[in-house]
C-alpha cells in the first residue's frame, strides 16, 4: 500500500497515511470487506489525534462479476481533465496485473460512481442485494436499536404489536451479529440488554413461537438420531425419516444423514412402497419426492458453497503474501473451504506440481496456526461432554475458558456450524457458548 504525505485536515501539520486507491479482489480477496467497510483509507495525526477517513479517488475492480468502479469525491473539486488522467493510472494498474488472456472488454466501460454509498451499492448488488433489501435490513436495525432503549415492557410490547412484520429471521440474525459484536468488544452491559431482549422476543411474538417449535422439533430429530447410536442401520433410519411428524423434523433428519441417503436407501424405500396401498402408498410417494427435492436442494447448496470456496482459493493463491491474506480472510473460511485445499493438494502432488501444491500447504499452516492449538483442543474435549455439571467442572478448571477471545472463537464455530448446516454441531457449541459466557460474566463481575 503506497505511502503519501499530507496535512492534517485539524491542525495542518504533515502527515503520512498509507492510501489504497485499487482495491481488486482478484489481487487481495480482503478488498472488497475493505471497502464495504465505510473507512478503506484512515488518517490519524499524531500532533492533535485526529481520525478521520481519507478523501481520494478510488477503482474497484472483481474479475469474477466483470465489475470495474470507478468514484472520485467531488470534494476533491479536481477539473473533468484531473479526473480522467488519476482515474486512467488506476484502471492501469488494474490491466497490467492481469494476464492477457483474462483482459476482457468490460474493462474499456468502466462504471463511474458519483457517490461512495452508489459505489457500495453497486458492489452489493452484484452480490444479489438490493437498495430494496438494504433498506429493509436498516429497518430492523432502526427496530432493534429502538427496542433496546426502552425500559417498560408494556412499551415494548406494543412496539412489537405494530412492526411485527419486521421481527422475521433477518430481524433475529441482525440481533445475533450485534451480540457478537458486543462479545468482540468485551461490551457485558449491551449483551446483557441483546439477549434479555431476543428471550423476550422468542417467548411472546408469533414469529419467536415459530423459531422454538422449530428448534423443539430439531431437538428431537438429533434425539433420535443419538437414540439409534451405533446401532442405525438403513432400515432404522428410513423408519425415523418416513414417520418423521414434521417438515422440520424431516428436514433435520435429510440434513444430518445426508450421506446415507444413497441409493440403496432410496431402493428401500421404493420397495416399502410397493407394498403399500392406498392411502399409506399415496403418502410414501409423497414422502419419498420430498426427500429427493431436499437431497437436490442439499447437493445444490453445496456446490455452490464449494464453487465459491474454489473462487476464493484461486484468488488466494495468486497473491504475493498469502498467510497474509488467509488471516484477513479468516471470517470468510469454513471446512468445505479447508476440504477444498486439502483435495488440490493432494491433486497437485499427484500431478507433480510442487509450486502449487507449496502454497496449498502454506494456507494450511497458516490456518492451523490461526486456529489456537490450545482452545481449539479445549473446544473438542468439551465437545465430547454430555454431563452438564461436568461441562461447568471443565470449563472452571480452564481459565482461559473465560476469556472474550475464546468466546469469540465459539461464536465464529457456531457461525461456520450454521452457515455449513450442521444443526447437530451448532447446538452442541451453542451449550458450550452459553456455559462460557456465564463464566466469562461472573468473572468480569468478580473484577
Do not use: W
Not at 95 to 123: C, D, F, H, W
Not at 288 to 309: G, H
Not at 390 to 403: D, G, N, R, V
Amino acid at each position: 500500500m503506497p505511502r503519501t504525505q499530507m496535512q492534517c485536515p485539524n491542525c495542518r501539520q504533515p502527515i503520512v497515511v498509507d492510501v489504497q486507491q485499487v482495491f481488486d479482489v482478484s489481487q487481495d480477496p480482503s478488498a472488497k470487506q475493505r471497502l464495504l467497510s465505510g473507512m478503506p483509507n484512515l488518517a490519524q495525526c499524531q500532533a492533535c489525534g485526529y481520525q478521520g477517513p481519507l478523501v481520494t479517488p478510488l477503482v474497484y475492480h472483481d474479475p469474477q462479476k466483470e465489475l470495474l468502479l470507478t468514484f472520485v469525491p467531488s470534494e476533491l473539486g479536481l477539473p473533468r481533465d484531473e479526473q480522467e488522467r488519476l482515474i486512467g493510472s488506476l484502471i492501469q494498474q488494474v490491466m497490467n496485473a492481469l494476464p492477457q488472456e483474462q483482459r476482457k472488454a468490460y474493462l474499456l466501460s468502466p462504471q463511474t460512481m458519483l457517490t461512495y454509498q452508489g459505489l457500495v451499492e453497486r458492489i452489493l448488488e452484484a452480490d444479489g442485494i438490493t437498495k430494496e433489501m438494504i433498506e429493509a435490513q436498516q429497518q430492523r436495525l432502526r427496530l432493534i436499536e429502538r427496542l433496546l432503549q426502552v425500559s417498560s415492557e408494556d412499551v415494548l410490547d406494543e412496539i412489537v404489536k405494530q412492526e411485527s412484520a419486521l421481527i422475521d429471521d433477518e430481524f433475529f440474525m441482525i440481533l445475533q451479529r450485534l451480540g457478537e459484536a458486543a462479545i468482540g468488544a468485551g461490551d457485558e452491559r449491551a449483551l446483557r440488554s441483546i439477549v434479555g431482549l431476543q428471550q423476550r422476543l422468542l417467548d411472546t411474538t408469533e414469529f419467536g413461537q415459530k423459531v422454538k417449535e422449530q428448534k423443539q422439533e430439531i431437538d428431537a430429530a438429533v434425539e433420535s438420531l443419538q437414540a439409534l447410536g451405533n446401532d442405525i442401520t438403513r432400515e432404522k433410519l428410513l423408519d425415523l425419516i418416513v414417520e418423521a411428524p414434521t417438515e422440520t423434523r424431516l428436514a433435520t433428519l435429510v440434513s444430518m444423514t445426508r450421506p446415507g441417503l444413497d441409493y440403496a436407501f432410496f431402493e428401500l424405500l421404493s420397495q416399502r412402497i410397493e407394498a403399500a396401498q392406498g392411502e399409506e402408498r399415496a403418502r410414501l410417494e409423497e414422502r419419498r419426492a420430498k426427500i429427493l427435492q431436499m437431497t437436490q436442494e442439499i447437493d445444490q447448496e453445496m456446490q455452490a458453497r464449494k464453487d465459491v470456496a474454489r473462487r476464493n482459493l484461486e484468488a488466494l493463491l495468486q497473491v504475493d503474501d498469502i498467510e497474509q491474506a488467509v488471516l484477513q480472510n479468516l471470517s470468510a473460511i469454513d471446512q468445505t473451504f479447508v476440504n477444498l485445499v486439502q483435495e488440490e493438494q493432494q491433486k497437485a502432488r499427484q500431478a507433480g506440481d510442487l509450486g502449487r501444491s507449496a502454497k496449498l500447504g502454506q494456507i494450511l499452516d497458516t490456518l492451523q496456526k490461526a486456529s489456537g492449538g490450545a482452545e481449539v483442543a479445549l473446544i473438542e474435549e468439551l465437545l465430547a461432554i454430555e454431563d452438564e455439571e461436568q461441562l461447568k467442572q471443565t470449563l472452571a478448571s480452564h481459565p482461559e475458558a473465560a476469556s472474550p477471545e475464546f468466546v469469540e472463537l465459539l461464536t465464529g464455530l457456531m457461525a461456520q456450524a450454521q452457515q455449513a448446516g450442521d444443526e447437530n454441531l451448532s447446538r452442541r457449541v451453542e451449550r458450550i457458548f452459553e456455559a462460557a459466557l456465564r463464566l466469562s460474566m461472573e468473572a468480569n463481575l468478580k473484577q
